[in-house]
Antibody, heavy 125, light 107 residues
Framework: EVQLVESGGGLVKPGGSLRLSCAAS????????MIWVRQAPGKGLEWVSS????????YYADSLTGRFTISRDNAKNSLYLQMNSLRAEDTAVYYC??????????????????WGQGILVTVSS | DIQMTQSPSSLSASVGDRVTISCRAS??????LNWYQQKPGKAPKLLIY???TLQSGVPSRFSGSGSGTDFTLTISSLQPEDFATYYC?????????FGQGTKLDLK
């Protein structure tokens, strides 16, 4: 069974830093791209960042303005999100998810088939 | 980035109703469209990928259609467990984007 478990969230002051972790099990972690998605209280889903299986392709949402860094350690089956210069608007539940790719009708389509339970990050003084 | 717009933003319906949720992309995304269901306090759950392919284990009352810029999620006969928020998401480009969500509640 695929399992993704986030940790590292909590309360942090504006301008502070936090590192989220996502521990993966039940699948060959090194074979999949992974993502972070966040959800502000009462709001919708927002893609944050993606990392390919070997970390050679990394993407970020434009809104992050270089403050976040995604990384992974395939030997430890773990995904990370380093968040710096945190702002009140970064307050959200952060989810890690697996990117699955298949081609039901020719072209390969990416989708997020397994998600962690989410971890709350609160940025407040 | 590609903008995804869902309509309606909220919808009230009864058990047994047929419900349709629309999703429009700001540019053509071919069939690179996925649908998720989210219940309060829970992680999103994949329902449909590639516009119309049902994820394993998802009931057949859920279906998806569309291509290009216009897509539809249909629930043929609402069940009590279907009251939730639904999101579309494009994977045409790797700057993935979600629709704003459609909250489906009990009339």
């Amino acid at each position: 069974e695929v399992q993704l478990v986030e940790s590292g969230g909590g309360l942090v002051k504006p301008g502070g830093s936090l590192r989220l972790s996502c521990a993966a099990s039940g699948f060959t972690f090194s074979s999949y791209s992974m993502i972070w998605v966040r959800q502000a209280p009462g709001k919708g889903l927002e893609w944050v960042s993606s990392i390919s299986d070997r970390s050679n392709y990394i993407y970020y949402a434009d809104s992050l303005t270089g403050r976040f860094t995604i990384s992974r350690d395939n030997a430890k089956n773990s995904l990370y999100l380093q968040m710096n210069s945190l702002r009140a608007e970064d307050t959200a539940v952060y989810y890690c998810a697996r990117v699955f790719s298949s081609s039901p009708s020719g072209d390969y389509v990416n989708y997020f088939d397994s998600w962690g339970q989410g971890i709350l990050v609160t940025v407040s003084s | 980035d590609i903008q995804m717009t869902q309509s309606p933003s909220s919808l009230s319906a009864s058990v047994g109703d047929r419900v349709t949720i629309s999703c429009r992309a700001s540019q053509s995304i071919s069939g690179y469209l996925n649908w998720y269901q989210q219940k309060p306090g829970k992680a999103p759950k994949l329902l449909i990928y590639a516009a119309s392919t049902l994820q394993s284990g998802v009931p057949s009352r859920f279906s998806g259609s569309g291509s290009g810029t216009d897509f539809t999620l249909t629930i043929s006969s609402l069940q009590p467990e279907d009251f939730a928020t639904y999101y579309c998401q494009q994977s045409y480009i790797t700057h993935y984007t979600f629709g704003q969500g459609t909250k489906l509640d009990l009339k």
